[in-house]
């Protein structure tokens, strides 16, 4: 098959299918995103609560291929990744690949290498590729309270924020205690009346403050742009090895040093006995994703800041009642109650060959071949599949990593060398063996705590070996572990 005649859909217009779309432009494939929404970006584009910054540092999460000089900050304001996303599609020539409030409703292997794409405007075409780039936190998951739906004041999900909506003088709960929540509490503590803070499980907080970069830094990043390669192969060493290294059992002086870090922090920087025990986790420094912030802790401190341990019982028309029978008066709601890791591509339905649909097969339990693909669906890849290293590595460097290894095998049906390529069951089986027996020495199984790393059978659902083991494997396709036709 010449590639003039292969085509393959993206499914998703967030970073990873900006990249996967990068790529295939370059390799001169024929492509199309679909896209639910009417605007590129992905949960930074959904994402707009007070205080929004990237975890990541920010010239380590961009592009390899589209440095950026410009990040105001250490740690990127979420509206500024959300206008480099944004900026990257327009100046690659993406935006016209994209058929946007498109939301694809089915996928259908039809035989002959070729799948059929239905969306919500109707019949989304025939291609013989696709590449599911639908990122890892879009599906909002609220937590099943009694009488949630009874509050009278505003409440929405932290993914969902009002942004006409004045929060002055207002009284606000915010339910979580994950990394929003802990940059939404700052954010707005000097405009409202009282915010309460409802924690059912703490975090442990890394003090790294934001600090604005200098204009002559800048401009040092513009005119010498190797400067910019020099930092980025810095910070994707530290970040990506190091402290990767250290949540897997391969760097064990760099997790005490990391718990060392954390606890002074909470000790120098929580004043109060009482509320510094409260913040005081159970579980080891790791064990859920690292909370990084200078300003959480002074915030909860404020006069009109209160931390709320006790268990809820209900939500009432006014408030929010615990268990101890204590009504916390409020206004507005704020669920800071993260996303279902594990949703993919739903509510979509993928029939793969055979009429076998990938829904039912992951219904409990989601299961690739090295996070990327799943036998009896040809044709079919993932960038950020199960397994793929959600928890420890930076996304942009792992996605890119991915879309790599999976653009080889497009490139090899494109070129006419298979018009069907699927992993085996058996290189399947052998590989989610392997990761079921590391996952057990993974900070995240050994820290005592649970998290959203975990599926619902209980297993751990991310990669538990190195950054240097998930380059290695993905660097070329094993073409002996998988089906070709």
Request: negative net charge; hydrophobic residues 40%.
């Amino acid at each position: 098959m010449e590639q003039a005649s292969f085509k393959v859909a993206i499914i998703g217009a967030g970073a990873s299918g900006i990249a996967t779309a990068v790529n295939l432009k370059r390799m001169g494939i024929p492509f199309v995103i679909f896209e639910r929404a009417d605007d590129v970006g992905g949960t930074w584009r959904d994402n707009a609560y007070p205080g929004l910054a990237c975890d990541v540092p920010s010239h380590l999460y961009r592009f390899s291929f589209a440095p950026n000089a410009e990040w105001s900050h250490e740690y990127s304001p979420g509206g500024e990744i959300h206008a480099y996303f944004r900026d990257v599609a327009k100046q690659r020539g993406i935006m016209e690949h994209v058929r946007f409030s498109s939301e694809v409703t089915e996928a259908r292997f039809i035989g002959e290498g070729q799948w059929q794409i239905s969306t919500t405007k109707g019949d989304g075409g025939l291609f013989n590729a696709i590449v599911l780039a639908t990122g890892i936190l879009h599906k909002a998951v609220l937590p099943s309270i009694e009488g949630r739906d009874s509050f009278a004041g505003t409440a929405f999900h932290s993914s969902r924020w009002d942004r006409d909506l004045s929060l002055a003088g207002k009284r606000v709960g915010i339910i979580g205690t994950g990394s929003t929540a802990t940059q939404i509490l700052p954010a707005i503590v000097d405009d409202v009346a009282s915010v309460s803070l409802f924690q059912r499980t703490p975090q442990w907080i890394l003090n790294v403050p934001n600090n604005r970069f200098a204009e002559e830094k800048k401009q040092a990043f513009r005119t010498e742009p190797g400067k910019m390669a020099d930092l980025y192969n810095h910070l994707n060493f530290v970040f990506n090895e190091r402290f990767a290294a250290a949540l897997v059992g391969e760097n064990d002086e760099g997790l005490a040093e990391m718990a060392r870090m954390c606890r002074e922090n909470l000790e120098q920087n929580v004043h109060d006995p009482e509320l510094r025990d409260r913040l005081t986790p159970s579980y080891q420094t790791g064990c859920k994703r690292l909370i990084v912030s200078d300003k959480f802790y002074p915030a909860i401190q404020r006069e009109n800041a209160h931390l709320v341990d006790t268990p809820i019982t209900r939500i009432e028309p006014t408030g929010i009642r615990t268990e101890d029978g204590v009504l916390h008066e409020l206004d507005v709601i704020v669920y800071a109650t993260g996303f279902d890791p594990f949703a993919f591509f739903r509510p979509a339905v993928i029939i793969g060959r055979d009429g076998v649909s990938l829904n039912e097969r992951w219904r409990e339990s989601c299961q690739a071949y090295r996070s990327v693909a799943v036998p009896e669906f040809p044709n079919l890849f993932f960038v950020g599949g199960p397994n793929s290293p959600i928890g420890n590595f930076s996304y942009l460097r792992t996605a890119e990593v991915q879309i790599g290894y999976v653009m080889e095998l497009i490139r090899r049906l494109a070129d006419g060398n298979y018009r069907e390529v699927e992993p085996t069951q058996e290189a399947t089986d052998a590989f989610n063996a392997e990761v079921e027996q590391a996952i057990t020495r993974t900070v995240w199984v050994t820290g005592g705590c649970t998290s959203w790393y975990f599926d619902k059978r209980g297993k751990v659902v991310s990669w538990p070996w190195s950054y240097g083991r998930f380059k290695a494997d993905l660097e070329q396709p094993r073409m002996e572990e998988f089906k070709v036709a």
